[in-house]
């Protein structure tokens, strides 16, 4: 049974830093897409990043470039997502979901399995 299980979400200060982690279990990850995505309470869920099959490919919402980066580790079966120079803006819960295939795509309706989420808060 196909499962993704995000962590290392909390509690940060404006302008800190959290890794957070899709641990995949039941299939393996090198033969899919993974993306992250936000949902901030009242707001649609919003595409953050995503990396394909490749490593090299990735792709991000404008409003993360150049803070945040996507990476995969396809031993350890995981996908990262650091997040750098946070800002309250980034508050939400992020999920990570998994597209089998070389599609690269930030559409949440294109991804059919999901995590259940981390929350991530930025405040002082």
Excluded at 10 to 36: D, T
Excluded at 54 to 78: H, L, M, P, Q
């Amino acid at each position: 049974q196909l499962q993704l299980v995000e962590s290392g979400g909390g509690l940060v200060q404006p302008g800190g830093s959290l890794r957070l982690s899709c641990a995949a279990s039941g299939f393996r990850l090198n033969n899919y897409a993974i993306g992250w995505f936000r949902q901030a309470p009242g707001k649609e869920r919003e595409g953050v990043s995503c990396i394909g099959m490749n490593n090299g490919w990735t792709s991000y919402e404008d409003s993360v470039k150049g803070r945040f980066t996507i990476s995969r580790d396809n031993a350890e079966n995981t996908v990262y997502l650091q997040m750098n120079n946070l800002e309250p803006e980034d508050t939400a819960v992020y999920y990570c979901a998994a597209l089998s295939g070389w599609r690269l795509t930030l559409r949440a309706v294109d991804y059919p399995d999901w995590g259940q989420g981390t929350q991530v808060t930025v405040s002082s």
